[in-house]
C-alpha cells in the first residue's frame, strides 16, 4: 500500500520570499509523483510531475520539485512568491503498477503575507 | 477548450434524501474519475471510468452509491439515502488516455447532509 505525507497543514510565507512544501511518500513499489494545486473555488490544477529521467522537475508558475528516492520525498519550490500564489497544495503518488490510481496527502495551504 | 465541468455546485440535502451529481468532462476524453474530498484532506478515489465501462469501483464507499456513465461521455454519481458522513465536495477529473497520467479536474460539488 502507499501513503503520501503533507507535514505541514498550513504554511505562512512573506511575498518574495522563498518556500518549500513538503512531501514525503510511502511506497513498496515505484511511483510516479504530482503535484497539483487548488486555487479558491476552482478544480484542481497540475503543477508538475516525475515520472522518470532527471529528479529535478519544473512546473508552471514558476514552482520546481526535486525526487529524493533515498529519502521518499518530493519536496515543492519557489524562489519567490506572489501574493497570486495562495492556495492549497497537494501531492500525489501514483504506484507504477497502476495505471491511473492516484494517492493523495491532506494538502498544504501556503498563506502569503504582504 | 471547455474544461471540466460539475453540476450543481452547491446540494444542500436532508438526511435520507436522494442526490444526483453531475460531470462534463472535456470532450474525447475516454478516462473519467470521481472522488471524495472531506474537509481537511485530500481526495480520496471513488470510481474510474474507461469511456462507458466502470473498470474500477473499488472506493465506493457503500452500496448507497452508484455511478454510470452511459454513453462514455457525461457521468452522474448518485448518493441513495443520503447521511450526514457523504457530507464531502464530490470531484470528477477525466483524461484524455486511457488511465492517464494528467488527470483535468472539475471545480467539484459541495454536498451538505443536514
Known amino acids: 500500500a502507499q501513503s503520501v505525507t503533507q507535514l505541514d497543514s498550513q504554511v505562512p510565507v512573506f511575498e518574495e520570499a522563498p518556500v518549500e512544501l513538503r512531501c514525503n511518500y510511502s511506497?513498496?513499489?515505484?511511483?510516479?509523483l504530482f503535484w497539483y494545486v487548488q486555487y479558491p473555488n476552482q478544480g484542481l490544477q497540475l503543477l508538475l510531475k516525475?515520472?522518470?529521467?532527471s529528479t529535478l522537475v519544473k512546473g508552471i508558475n514558476g514552482f520546481e520539485a526535486e525526487f529524493n528516492k533515498s529519502q521518499t520525498s518530493f519536496h515543492l519550490r519557489k524562489p519567490s512568491v506572489h501574493i497570486s500564489d495562495t492556495a492549497e497544495y497537494f501531492c500525489?503518488?501514483?504506484?507504477?503498477?497502476?495505471?491511473?490510481?492516484?494517492?493523495w496527502g491532506a494538502g498544504t495551504k501556503l498563506i502569503i503575507k504582504p | 477548450g471547455a474544461g471540466v465541468s460539475q453540476s450543481p455546485r452547491y446540494k444542500v440535502a436532508k438526511r435520507g434524501q436522494d442526490v444526483a451529481l453531475r460531470c462534463d468532462p472535456i470532450s474525447g476524453h475516454v478516462s473519467l474519475f470521481w472522488y471524495q474530498q472531506a474537509l481537511g484532506q485530500g481526495p480520496e478515489f471513488l470510481t474510474y471510468?474507461?469511456?462507458?465501462?466502470?473498470?474500477?469501483k473499488s472506493g465506493l464507499p457503500s452500496d448507497r452509491f452508484f455511478a454510470e456513465r452511459p454513453e462514455g461521455s457525461v457521468s452522474t454519481l448518485k448518493i441513495q439515502r443520503t447521511q450526514q458522513e457523504d457530507s464531502a465536495v464530490y470531484l470528477c477529473a477525466s483524461s484524455s488516455m486511457s488511465g492517464g497520467e494528467t488527470q483535468y479536474f472539475g471545480p467539484g460539488t459541495r454536498l451538505l447532509v443536514l
Open positions: 511506497s513498496s513499489v515505484s511511483v510516479y
Open positions: 471510468f474507461q469511456n462507458e465501462a466502470q473498470l474500477d
Open positions: 500525489a503518488v501514483r504506484p507504477a503498477d497502476s495505471n491511473y490510481q492516484l494517492i
Open positions: 516525475y515520472l522518470s529521467g
